[in-house]
């Protein structure tokens, strides 16, 4: 059994990790799920790609039949969504926040009205704009977003 003394320090410990260390703030805020909550833009994210890239469409058929979570609301993120958890200054492969964890480096982003979407880059943070159908050949992997709270 603990001692007060020894649960104190214990205590002031952990709560000392979590204010000064921004990374534990984060893993904090993940649940077993499957899910992260960004608690910067109140998003919930998937913390998983699709797991292989594919075209367009399936990348969003994938998010609105994902059932996650809880939740079966989920949808490919606009590209202002996606530059959110992308941080240049990380030093693993695919640079999203953590703890998503990718495995493709292309991420589908919302179509428009001209039947282009967005695609981001997690290798170097870059963007295109790309056709949403047709036989170009592009390929971008599915990862998905939701309001939280909804």
Known sequence: MLSKRC??????SL???????????LVMSQ?????????ATGLLWSVKDSGSDTNWDRAS?????????????????????LETIYDKNL???FKAKNPIELKGENMWGESTDAGNAWMFNFFNGGT???PTAGSCGTSGRALCVRKSGE
Not at 7 to 12: C, D, P, T
Not at 61 to 81: I, V
């Open 7 to 12: 649960f104190s320090r214990l205590a002031m």
């Open 15 to 25: 709560i000392l990790m979590i204010l000064l260390y921004p990374g534990a703030q």
């Open 31 to 39: 649940d077993s799920a499957g899910t992260w909550k960004d608690d």
């Open 61 to 81: 058929n994938y998010c609105k039949d994902l059932a996650l979570g809880g939740h079966k609301d989920w949808r490919l993120p606009t590209l202002k969504e």
């Open 91 to 93: 030093s693993k492969e």
């Open 128 to 130: 295109s704009m790309v």
